[in-house]
């Protein structure tokens, strides 16, 4: 869980930018370029030729494989050799004695026909019965091939898709099932410790006596299935401003005023509930809101019977069992001389070299020690995987370390001697882009890690290196630093190097990224040149720059928004325990409109009182039953709740056309079905004046308005990312 950022949620002029000719060049790259052909031609012989006769794997299978994993010849054979083990010739099973004995049998029966009288009909008179069962077979819908792994299952559902577009039947939707395998990853690796992930640096310390919370599987918000639009592609990125006004219709909110602490009752007298929030958030005392033993009951609970009432009120405004401490908490941030904290989150196409580098530079500040390390690389080394062993560091699932893809954003973190930091590594494979949306939002800048190596870098950016620039730039990032990685297999070329950084300086600027706030790092997350340590003597002369942590710590930290009413974005949810009861203040839970008392905090696995925002924090809760979070949920003060929303008007930046269509709303971990449903008109760029009402298009590269609304009411604020057709952008 996270506090709130501040990030500008205005729409920066900067960011407005001619993305047409970037989008003109994707759509034909789409298509599939020479290029790709003989690539896909050469991998399939490769294929074919690795996997050898004993596994039966058709070239369609093989196509998808290798355009999946972008051509790699390795992981696909690894990945088909796992779809399709090899067939085992089948052994001849020994006759049972009763076979045995019933064979016998029947030998002996045909030796004596005369013996069995009965058996003996006329062909003619001989009949069949067959048995209509009563309850029909149980089937799994969809068909009973059960995808062997989540990357199997993806890879099935695209495939469908396809198979649909190309039969031209617009109204038939498949798309639905890859958010929502996606959300079922989500789902799934809820176990995936945040703040600091497994290594055993970060198992948890508090000793697991108490369960505060006891989650059962929390569940994912509902992904409507969605009409494909008629043309072929529609996937845009957009940005959001906060909804204006005059649109928005947030869904009548529970009555949920916060009632005064005892401190504040001690200290102020009696309750004035329109004063209380304001003092508070004066005080910028974000957890200290305890509430009052009698909360009001709520309006769905008004509408009960008298007995249903009393129980209602019993259990909803029974006192909190643990006692706040009724901090200042400005003051005890003001009072402390803690170190500047940042997080960025390593974002570029699939394999690259994010986990490895991170991985490298844990290892080289001695985050993790040389043991650990060799276990990791032992581990690796018996799978075949040996090149892996850094990446592990920061990929902990098993599929992950299978299938050598990052999954589901992995956090760790590290100091400078200025600065605190937390890593987020994202994934990059683009099946995976919810969870990069997840990451990203978490962060004050980013890390784009690019491939080097020959061909590598151009086959990026047909891939997610653009995407993900582009993104995290939506999202309000505004420092990038890009680490032009694998240096050692273009003998770190300097020419390279000046290639790479000319391109993508174009291309980023164009994205709307200051020159200023880019920096070009090259280095090798293999052998760690220039990534803590100075590139090894003889390698780089020609470079005279700092290394990838100097340019880190160089970094200017994201102001923070300590003055505004709490908002923290669920990331994760957890088994946990906590020894002493610390901070005893309440919390309320939207969009489900739940209170939880916070029993502990901690920041880094050590218990804290207190916490600010820009903190990545795990909290302790009490009083509250699971079912009513889920990720994505914000926890707010209960006197200053953070709203409902069931439509909201976007200002948004367009990448690709927009129309009336469905959409997955996204901002953190929050992903919901919504429709665009109206167009309400098209922006001047630099302006902001309505040039057109009412298009019947959006452009891509055009700004403009428009009313979108959710499938369900959610807690929304500021910039949120809209998609369509669940592999591409769409921009909010
Ligand atoms: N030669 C060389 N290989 C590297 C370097 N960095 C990473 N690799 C290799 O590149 C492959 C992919 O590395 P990862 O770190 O898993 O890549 P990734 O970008 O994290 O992959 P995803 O998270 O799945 O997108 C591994 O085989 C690494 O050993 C490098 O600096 N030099």
Request: neutral net charge.
């Amino acid at each position: 869980m996270s506090h709130r950022r501040t990030k500008g949620i205005e729409f920066d002029d900067d960011e407005v930018a001619d993305y047409s000719d970037e989008y003109a060049e994707d759509t034909q790259e789409q298509e599939g370029i020479p290029e790709d052909q003989v690539r896909m031609h050469e991998g399939k012989a490769q294929v074919k030729k690795a996997l050898g006769s004993s596994y039966s794997v058709s070239d369609k299978e093989i196509e998808e494989a290798l355009w999946h994993y972008y051509y790699d010849v390795s992981k696909s054979v690894s990945y088909l050799k796992n779809l399709r083990p090899p067939q085992q010739p089948k052994k001849l099973k020994q006759a049972s004695r009763f076979d045995q004995a019933a064979n016998s049998a029947a030998n002996a029966q045909r030796r004596k026909p005369d013996d069995t009288p009965w058996l003996q009909l006329p062909e003619h008179r001989r009949g069949n019965i067959s048995l209509e069962p009563v309850i029909p077979q149980l089937r799994l819908l969809g068909g009973s091939s059960k995808p062997s792994s989540k990357l199997a299952a993806l890879a099935a559902a695209r495939k469908k898709k396809e198979e649909e577009k190309r039969a031209a039947a617009p109204t038939t939707d498949t798309s639905a099932q890859l958010p929502d395998r996606a959300i079922s990853l989500l789902d799934r690796l809820g176990s995936k410790a945040s703040g600091g992930s497994c290594t055993e640096k970060n198992a948890p310390l508090s000793a697991p006596s108490s369960h505060v919370l006891e989650q059962a599987r929390p569940r994912p918000y509902p992904v409507r299935p969605k009409k494909e639009p008629s043309t072929s592609r529609l996937e845009e990125s957009k940005e959001t401003v906060p909804p204006a006004p005059e649109a928005t219709k947030p869904e009548p909110l529970l009555d949920m005023k916060a009632e005064p602490s005892t401190f504040a009752r001690i200290m102020v007298g009696p309750h004035d509930s329109s004063h209380g929030s304001q003092n508070r958030s004066k005080e910028g005392s974000f957890f200290s809101v305890p509430d009052e033993p009698k909360a009001k009951p709520r309006e769905t609970e008004k509408a009960t019977n008298g007995i249903t009432e009393a129980v209602s009120q019993l259990s909803i405004g029974a006192s909190p069992r643990v006692k706040s401490k009724n901090l200042n908490v400005r003051e005890e941030f003001d009072k402390s001389d803690q170190k500047k904290s940042a997080s960025f989150v390593v974002i570029g196409h699939v394999d690259h070299g994010k986990s490895t580098l991170m991985g490298r530079l844990l290892y080289d500040l001695k985050v993790i020690d040389q043991r650990s390390l060799d276990k990791l690389r032992k581990e690796a080394d018996a799978i075949g995987k040996s090149s892996f062993a850094l990446a592990w560091v920061m990929d902990q699932t098993s599929e992950e370390r299978s299938r050598g893809v990052t999954v589901d954003i992995a956090t760790n973190s590290f100091e400078t001697e200025k600065t605190r930091f937390t890593i987020l590594d994202a994934p990059g494979h683009r099946d995976f882009i919810p969870n990069m949306i997840a990451g990203a939002s978490q962060a004050d800048f980013a890390i784009l890690v690019i491939d080097a190596g020959t061909n590598s870098f151009e086959s990026g950016l047909k891939g997610q290196t653009k995407e993900h620039a582009l993104l995290v730039r939506s999202m309000g990032v505004q420092r990038l630093i890009v680490a032009v990685n694998k240096m050692d297999m273009v003998s770190w070329s300097e020419d390279r190097f000046q290639e790479i950084s000319q391109q993508m300086s174009a291309f980023l600027t164009s994205a709307g990224f200051q020159p200023k706030n880019v920096t070009f790092v090259p280095c090798s997350g293999l052998t760690g040149g220039n990534v803590v340590n100075p590139p090894a003597e003889g390698t780089m002369p020609w470079y005279t720059g700092q290394t990838l942590v100097q340019e880190l710590d160089a970094s200017e930290t994201t102001k923070r928004a300590i003055e505004q009413p709490l908002r923290l974005s669920i990331f994760d949810i957890f088994r946990g325990g906590v020894t002493n009861p610390l901070v005893g203040d309440q919390v309320l839970a939207m969009p489900s409109g739940e209170k939880a008392t916070i029993k502990g905090i901690e920041i880094d696995n050590a218990a804290a009182d207190w916490a600010v925002a820009g903190q990545m924090v795990t909290l302790h809760l009490t009083d509250i039953d699971p079912v009513h979070l889920r990720y994505g949920d914000v926890l707010c003060s209960p006197s200053n709740p953070i709203k409902n929303v069931k439509s909201f008007t976007a200002k948004i930046l367009a990448f690709e056309h927009v129309l009336p269509m469905s959409v997955e709303v996204h901002q953190g971990r929050l992903n919901v079905a919504a429709t665009v449903s109206r167009l309400v008109a098209l922006l001047d760029k630099a302006t902001g004046e309505v040039t057109k009402k009412k298009p019947r298009a959006i452009q891509p590269g055009a700004v403009a308005r428009v009313v979108v609304e959710l499938e369900n009411a959610i807690p929304l604020e500021g910039r949120v990312i809209l998609r369509a057709g669940g592999v591409r952008l769409l921009l909010g």
